[in-house]
């Protein structure tokens, strides 16, 4: 055949368009032949000595309302608890393989996820919500959590000796695995914070990362164990039949209302599965998952539960403090991150240890909050606890931004280093906030201040110029300013 006769699209032509076509194309098949997402990164595998596994439980709830609510187009109950959904992160067994393969990080179908952010947009139209389906995919589509699915928990709980220097160093034990339940922020799922979830997990703690079904999230897909599925998308207050006097703040407190029922839920799912109701709690899990639970029985400390939450997460984690511990809520710390500036007022009753931890961007910002500076209520909160003899510290994490604790930067890390102004390395900006989790969970276990948390005050406000003082030693002087601590009050 000569050349005149072979198509034109057949003939290579070394143009500028050529050459990128080209380039884009051999990505994308490498991308699909290794399993890696097209516009993003791998989100990386945790740093602990133990393994991680994870399950998605989704349980029957008693069907209560939280609020009269109904939506405007339907006449159905907007705040109805129908089933909890939350993911578990534990140590796993060493060298334990799943059958199954790892979750996405954003659950199918995409279109739900992708149709709710446009809702947040205001832009939700079959061409938009395409759209966000297909950057969605190529953002992070294939985007896989690096928790082994469904594979045994870890024999025995890791206890704690201490060393000369007073830091506390992992032993065998068995006192139960300590536990964390976890509230998101808004706008996200319980997807967004794997990463620290995980690398906590592999420290030897047990992570409850809830999904919130309250409208604050972009979709969530409700299984019930008898098969039906609902799909439940972002709403707002335009999409509530309420009359005049109720208003953004009533809206923000029936979503904190309902938050908290689904935290009273986790914790009777986990109490159940403690009890040695795990076959059951399986059994009735429309996500196929948790085929071991019956031997966690007695693997969790119950008695040393902590509630934690980033942003409107941590709202809602403050909330769930008022009068606890108790029954429902038996929480004995509060790891808050980043407390909401718009989520409602913040809950100053609080008699457990407390651990606040601010962003730099969080910080920075100077924000009017019901009168006063947010920096100031946030401060006062914590001195309260104090007062009341209880433990609180309250610190900024430098070079830090508000997204820095999600998977988001680790997933985007340049885009998200120039949109927030984030300065530290995106790993060692998660790790950070890991590393005085950990700290602050080795204080509530043994009483012990160890670490960050032997430190005093540094800095009683924020000090933008300020990097570093004499007080603490050099590794941590880049890193923190230390606003309240438990002698300071």
């Given at each position: 055949m000569s050349r005149s006769r072979i198509p034109p699209i057949l003939r290579p032509r070394l143009t500028p368009k050529y050459v990128a076509s080209s380039i884009a194309a051999i990505y994308v098949v490498y991308c699909w032949l290794w399993g890696m997402p097209l516009l993003s990164s791998k989100l990386p595998a945790y740093t602990g000595p133990h393994a991680v596994g994870t399950i998605d439980i989704e349980s029957p709830c008693d069907g209560r309302k939280t609020s009269d609510?109904?939506?405007?187009?339907?006449?159905?109950?907007?705040?109805?608890?129908?089933?909890?959904?939350?993911?578990?992160?534990?140590?796993?067994?060493?060298?334990?393989?799943?059958?199954?393969?790892?979750?996405?990080?954003?659950?199918?179908?995409?279109?739900?996820?992708?149709?709710?952010?446009?809702?947040?947009?205001?832009?939700?139209?079959f061409l938009t919500n395409s759209l966000f389906t297909v950057a969605l995919w190529g953002i992070a589509g294939s985007t896989t959590i690096p928790a082994n699915v469904d594979v045994p928990l870890r024999e025995t709980a890791p206890s704690f000796e201490f060393t000369d220097h007073g830091e506390g160093k992992p032993t065998e034990g068995n006192d139960g695995f300590p536990v964390i339940v976890f509230s998101h922020g808004m706008a996200s799922s319980r997807t967004d914070y794997t990463h620290f979830c995980g690398e906590l997990a592999s420290r030897g703690y047990?992570?409850?990362?809830?999904?919130?079904?309250?409208?604050?999230?972009?979709?969530?897909?409700?299984?019930?164990?008898?098969?039906?599925?609902?799909?439940?998308?972002?709403?707002?207050?335009?999409?509530?039949d309420v009359d005049q006097s109720f208003g953004i703040p009533e809206l923000k407190q029936a979503q904190l209302d309902f938050r908290q029922a689904e935290i009273e839920e986790t914790v009777r799912v986990l109490r159940a599965i403690n009890d040695g109701s795990g076959a059951t709690i399986f059994e009735t899990n429309p996500r196929k998952e948790g085929e071991h639970l019956a031997s966690w029985t007695g693997q969790l400390d119950m008695t040393n539960v902590t509630i934690s939450g980033h942003s409107y997460g941590a709202t809602g984690a403050l909330q769930a403090l008022k009068g606890a511990p108790c029954k429902e809520r038996p929480f004995h710390g509060g790891i808050i991150l980043d407390p909401g500036k718009s989520s409602g007022p913040l809950n100053h009753d609080v008699d457990v240890p407390v651990l606040v931890i601010h962003s730099n961007s969080w910080s920075k910002k100077r924000s009017i909050f019901f009168g006063?500076?947010?920096?100031?209520?946030?401060?006062?909160?914590?001195?309260?606890?104090?007062?009341?003899?209880?433990?609180?510290?309250?610190?900024?994490?430098?070079?830090?931004?508000?997204?820095?604790?999600?998977?988001?930067?680790?997933?985007?890390?340049?885009?998200?280093?120039?949109?927030?102004?984030?300065?530290?390395?995106?790993?060692?900006?998660?790790?950070?906030?890991?590393?005085?989790?950990?700290?602050?969970?080795?204080?509530?276990?043994?009483?012990?201040?160890?670490?960050?948390?032997?430190?005093?005050?540094?800095?009683?406000?924020?000090?933008e110029k300020s990097?570093?003082?004499?007080?603490?030693?050099?590794?941590?002087?880049?890193f923190w300013q230390i606003h309240v601590a438990p002698d300071s009050a």
């Open positions: 609510v109904k939506y405007k187009s339907t006449g159905q109950p907007a705040f109805l608890l129908e089933t909890v959904l939350f993911s578990v992160y534990y140590p796993a067994v060493k060298g334990a393989k799943s059958d199954k393969p790892n979750h996405l990080w954003v659950p199918k179908p995409l279109a739900v996820t992708a149709e709710g952010y446009a809702k947040f947009a205001h832009i939700s139209n047990i992570v409850a990362a809830i999904e919130h079904r309250d409208g604050s999230g972009p979709g969530s897909i409700i299984m019930n164990a008898g098969g039906t599925e609902k799909t439940l998308y972002h709403f707002g207050l335009d999409d509530l006063q500076p947010h920096f100031s209520v946030v401060k006062d909160l914590v001195r309260q606890v104090n007062k009341r003899g209880m433990a609180g510290w309250f610190m900024t994490s430098l070079g830090t931004s508000h997204p820095s604790v999600t998977d988001a930067p680790l997933i985007e890390p340049t885009l998200l280093s120039w949109t927030t102004g984030s300065s530290i390395d995106v790993i060692d900006g998660v790790r950070m906030y890991v590393n005085v989790t950990e700290e602050f969970m080795l204080y509530q276990k043994a009483n012990r201040r160890t670490g960050l948390l032997a430190l005093n005050v540094t800095h009683p406000e924020y000090d990097n570093g003082t004499q007080q603490m030693p050099k590794c941590y002087q880049r």
